[in-house]
């Protein structure tokens, strides 16, 4: 094991070095808490809208509740992806910050320094030299996953998965580390399970597989202590996942019904591992189909040359009976995840080469619930990685054994082309609705684009959506559009609206010509503000009515 202070240097550097990485990416330019600009578009307007709309929602269990968000059916920060256990964080934080707060920025950054940080932990028990273990960690941060999962900032807590396959290996001495390493496992579990639904379940076989090899393999325990651990895992992320979320409570949904259509197609390569794609500058992109940048696990060139070290290793360190006893579990749930990730098609450089989706077809819509089968693999990505920087630990000379890391970890560097990363760019500026009349919707409870608009599954017009989300959530009134992960259940996208149907607390845009007849064949009064029909009831005396009603003979 190494020294505690050896490990304390480690962490600094590999933390330092995960800070410039971080920054080479084009990350840090996101960590200020109050820019929220460059989130005004792709799937980060789901992350932030589900953040604020959370942000002004209720402290209740689950935790991280968004109701006002697609309202009625309401939402979250876990079927937003807006990361439950982040947005519970920044609800605490918000007394000290104005309208515009994120922290979905600064978790990048600490996304990619924390899995230098988890590299250097897991790899001391057998790099005990301070060159060695920094290089580690540095070996860890230069991830190519981690490094371009930009769009998905849940994604940057991949140091979970680093950490649980360290901690399915970590050496067992006594009865006090055999708990201490469930408990560590534990923690990191829940923790990754109050974060994102796909690392949720990663976590969960990685948390069973860390309990299963010190329980059966180990066998510190008494049978009754066994048993207890044993069920331990399911209870610590069950707990986790509906305490912020996830599978139950007046915000979520069956999992049956979120199964969405893409499975087959979002999935991995089997040469996914030494695919580049655009990010080396000494390999040229394997072919592969459309969509399966969801499957891109590409280990980098210094990465692949250690594990290949490794395997040539094996000839003369060959491992013991127990070590490889210990290694079983991980390799066992990283490989049956791995062989979730190319899904029903399986393809070799885009080519299909075997076809399962009978096998598929008998579990009806669940394998679409994780439609991104090819994510999958990351646990397989990890446990290889965690090999490659192992791979020169039973070297007795220091020298050489920190020039083999050392030449993986330049090699890791030289390959990956940060250059070529499209965050490095300027983010035009939110430019929220202009006109004073849309402060006038305060004295209203919801707002109600008609039809209804929710990305991927109804029309979408996305600077409509974030410019009357972000009134919605200033003025604190209900939205029932949105960026949302799955469309509230019996979603109709052509909808039309009865006069029974019309609220008088509620602002209605009808965004498509023929929908304008729902109200003003109901009595409505409509009026145009910034080019939008807004169309509110004529019942009750509001600052908003008497604009539209002067505004009815012309704008302005």
Not at 54 to 83: C, E, F, K, M, Y
Not at 100 to 112: D, E, T
Not at 332 to 341: D, T, V
């Amino acid at each position: 094991m190494a020294p505690a202070s050896t490990t304390r240097w480690a962490v600094f550097i590999a933390a330092a070095f995960g800070l410039a990485w971080a920054h080479a990416c084009g990350l840090t330019q996101f960590a200020n808490p109050t820019k929220i600009d460059w989130m005004i578009e792709g799937d980060w307007l789901g992350h932030l809208f589900g953040w604020l709309f959370t942000r002004n929602g209720p402290w209740a269990l689950p935790l991280a509740q968004a109701p006002d968000l697609v309202h009625p059916t309401g939402s979250s920060a876990a079927l937003t992806d807006a990361i439950p256990i982040l947005s519970v964080i920044g609800k605490m934080l918000s007394p000290f910050f104005g309208d515009r707060m994120q922290l979905f920025g600064a978790w990048m950054v600490l996304g990619v320094m924390g899995t230098g940080i988890a590299g250097v932990l897991v790899c001391r028990p057998w790099l005990k030299d301070l060159p060695s273990l920094a290089l580690a960690g540095c070996l860890f941060v230069m991830n190519p996953i981690v490094s371009t999962r930009y769009g998905h900032p849940p994604f940057f807590a991949f140091w979970t998965l680093t950490a649980l396959v360290g901690l399915c290996v970590w050496p067992v001495t006594s009865l006090q580390s055999a708990r201490r390493v469930i408990w560590a496992t534990l923690g990191v579990g829940a923790f990754a399970c109050a974060t994102n639904g796909y690392l949720a379940v990663m976590a969960s076989v990685l948390v069973g597989a860390s309990v299963v090899r010190v329980v059966l393999v180990e066998r510190p325990f008494k049978l009754a202590e066994s048993l207890g651990w044993l069920a331990s895992g399911p209870a610590a992320c069950l707990g986790a996942l509906w305490a912020f979320g996830f599978v139950s409570g007046a915000r979520s949904a069956p999992m049956s019904t979120l199964a969405i259509e893409g499975f087959g197609q979002f999935s991995a390569d089997l040469l996914t591992f030494f695919n580049p794609t655009m990010w080396s500058r000494f390999f040229n992109t394997i072919p592969m189909g459309p969509r399966q940048y969801e499957g891109f696990a590409y280990l980098g060139f210094g990465t692949l040359v250690l594990v290949g070290a490794r395997v040539l290793f094996l000839f003369k360190l060959r491992p013991t009976k127990k070590e490889v006893l210990v290694w079983v579990p991980l390799f066992a749930a990283a490989l049956l995840m791995a062989a979730y990730a190319p899904s029903n098609i399986v393809t070799v450089a885009g080519k299909p080469i075997a076809n399962f989706s009978e096998f598929y077809s008998k579990l009806g819509s669940w394998p679409s619930v994780f439609r991104s089968s090819g994510r999958f693999v990351w646990p397989l990505f990890a446990t290889l990685t965690l090999i490659a920087a192992l791979a020169s630990a039973r070297i007795q000379r220091a020298w050489l054994r920190q020039w083999v890391l050392l030449i993986g970890v330049l090699l890791q560097f030289v390959d990956f082309d940060a250059t070529r990363h499209p965050l490095n760019k300027d983010y035009p500026a939110f430019t929220p609705f202009a006109d004073p009349a849309w402060a006038m919707l305060k004295d209203y409870q919801h707002a109600v684009i008609h039809p209804i608009q929710i990305q991927w599954t109804c029309p979408f017009d996305h600077r409509l959506v974030a410019r009357l989300s972000w009134e919605a959530y200033r003025q604190k009134l209900s939205i029932n559009s949105g960026h949302v992960g799955r469309a509230p259940a019996g979603t109709d996208c052509n909808r039309h609206l009865l006069p029974s149907d019309l609220d008088e607390q509620t602002v209605y845009i009808p965004y498509f010509q023929p929908f304008l007849a729902d109200f003003t064949n109901a009595g409505f009064v409509c009026g145009p503000i910034e080019g939008y029909a807004v169309c509110v009831s004529p019942n009750r005396q509001t600052s908003l009515l008497n604009e539209l009603l002067q505004r009815r003979q012309g704008p302005r």
